[in-house]
């Protein structure tokens, strides 16, 4: 993918044709503020080439679909190449290094026949004479971002809705990217392949290449549509894949003078991590530290100077413009470890030059949080981390029970009720699994994975399931499919195999809470990751005849085959690859059971429904094979932050209160 210049922001990608001479003139005015909870992008130009994309995970779709995606590479071609093919190449390589340096002078002064862009020879070849069949790498160009400022405002309801479509859709595609090539990583590394690159850079390369980046053709002052407060990020990329935030390390990101209208540089979003020794971080009010003059370890070694971000911040002082606050900060929980939260819109009331903790000096700024925004991410990070440890120091009213599940899950689950008095969920028996008949159990296949360390790829398991996991190493569901078949305990495979997760049962702690929308709610005291198993739909399935027997006093039951089928959504990259095809291995039969959840039911039953959910239903069989009676399981389709409501789609709701009467 060619070598990145370390710390660089990829909207400014330069030009492939630019000379090293000429790159090595081209000195840096000053160093961008560099946030110390990420890792150095250094190591991008240590990556050996290879192909952009990623080999196939199936052979209904190959990763190679589109033509100008075509990167020739030590990946592309293989250890057998034959010396004729070697000194092709060479000769290509020349050839176009050649053309580039002198076309323009040859056709300036007309001395000799300018070659076709397109030719690979340095004189002019008849085009019978094939020249070499080694593929010449096409040069990316990346369209700049746009130079215009915009303010977006007065949305109506509708166009929220769009907007808001449009991010989770963008940031859907973003996370299945990434999983599914942190999975092709984890193959070539299994082969011995080069070094390992981030799943979360290849996926912004590869939206950038398909064009999927949101907002690059106007710079938005104030807040982006689509995006909410309190919205997190694992990633620093997908701030600028969102359009959050335009670049990919540095604190201040900003319109240049050179792109301004008026010639004065103006700052758009700032990204506060609180590893600096100069800045202060009290929540409504910030003390920013301006950028330049740090070294590697984040002291200041010599004096800043008012220009780039530093002087953007003054202008956008200046002209009351209000800036977006991204707060960066190390979570448990995180695939990253690190955790980026949207915090809102600050306006900057004080410029002014000081003398810093290392003795140099240093520009800062006091921002003040805006009035009339929802509550700050950050903080309700800090008040789910508090629940977390000792709820009733932070809420000592309201809590009915600290485990109606009675310790039947990993972890309990809260439930809470501050309106009023009611308590029903107390009055039904908690089920962690769901309750078939005895006769989905017969005819079992007794036959398992023989795999005694670990499933591999090849193994029986992996064949039920089309040839490949459904899981990366991390539990992290790849993508939707009709039916995933989990490792039973037929499988000599250990607790530990990657393909038992779901079975599992909860890895998060839940909170069912009393809501004067819904009547009840789910919400989840720890963050949940994208693609993350949450937990089984559970009830008690009963048969056609006994459903006819329920309905005759109403019909209160859950149809399964109801359920909206979104698992299609989640690892859909039809955007990224135009041979993508859905995943339909292996069929099933349509669902013709119900489940009722009247007397036994557990937590899942108390989601709301949303025509946006951020959970899907995927099908999963583990401890019998009928293909008939499978598992209900829930799966995240996006980052949920904690404390944030889930919800399904149950595809037929009660028209009132939009869900479930029988979950009510």
Known sequence: MGSLIPFQDLNLVPDATTTTAAAALLTPKLEPKLEPLDEPYEFLAQIPPQHPYFSSPNPRFSFNSQPEAVFSGPGSVSENTSEKNNVYSEFNRISDAFRTAFADRMEMFDDVEVLDPDSLAIVPVPEEIPVSTVAVPPKRRYEKRSSELVRVTDLGVQDQRYFRDVVRKTRMVYDSLRVFAMAEEDKRQGLGLGRRTRGDLKAASVMKDRGLWLNRDKRIVGSIPGVYIGDLFFFRMELCVVGLHGTPQAGIDYLPASHSSNREPIATSIVVS????????????????????????????????????????????????????????????????????????????????????????????????????????????????????????????????????????????????????????????????????????????????????????????????????????????????????????????????????????????????????????????????????????????????QVQVFTMNGDSLVYPSRFAERWVEWGDLSQ???????????????????MDVSRMRNVACYMSHSLSPNVLVQLVLYDHNNLLFPHLMLFAMENIPPLRELSLDYGVTDEWNGKLSICN
Not at 375 to 394: D, H, K, Y
Not at 431 to 449: E, L
Not at 509 to 527: A, I, M, N, Y
Not at 576 to 594: C, K, N, Q, T
């Open 274 to 545: 609180g590893g600096y020794e100069d800045d202060e971080d009290a929540g409504d009010v910030i003390i920013y530290t301006g950028q330049g003059g740090q070294d590697k370890h984040s002291r200041q070694c010599v004096h800043q100077k008012l220009e780039g971000g530093n002087l953007a911040l003054e202008r956008s002082m200046h002209y009351g413009i209000e800036v977006r606050v991204i707060r960066g900060r190390k979570y448990e929980g995180s695939a990253s470890g690190k955790v980026y939260v949207y915090d809102g819109l600050y306006k900057i009331l004080e410029s002014w030059f000081d003398v810093g903790k290392s003795g140099f000096g240093v520009f800062k700024y006091k921002l003040m949080r805006m009035e009339n925004q929802s509550e700050m991410g950050s903080t309700i990070l800090r008040f789910a981390e508090s629940l977390r440890t000792n709820p009733l120091s932070v809420r000592p009213a309201g809590y009915v029970s600290f485990d109606i599940s009675m310790k039947k899950e990993n972890l309990p689950v809260f439930l809470y009720n501050d309106i009023d008095n009611e308590h029903e969920p107390m009055y039904y028996e908690y089920i962690v699994t769901t309750v078939f008949p005895p006769y989905a159990y017969h005819g079992v296949n007794s036959n398992g994975c023989g795999c005694v360390s670990g499933c591999m790829d090849d193994c029986l398991c992996a064949m039920k399931n089309g040839g490949e996991f459904a899981y990366d190493q991390n539990g992290v569901l790849l993508r939707g499919k009709p039916l995933i078949f989990e490792c039973g305990s037929n499988c000599r495979c250990p607790p530990t195999c990657r393909n038992r997760v779901s079975q599992k049962g909860v890895r998060n702690r839940f909170e069912v809470f009393r809501s004067k929308e819904t009547r009840w709610g789910v919400r989840s005291l720890d963050l949940i990751q994208a693609g993350s198993f949450i937990c089984e739909f559970a009830g008690v399935v009963l048969t056609s005849e």
């Open 576 to 594: 990224i690859f135009s041979d993508y095809v859905r995943p339909a291995y292996p069929s099933i039969p349509p669902l013709d059971f119900a």
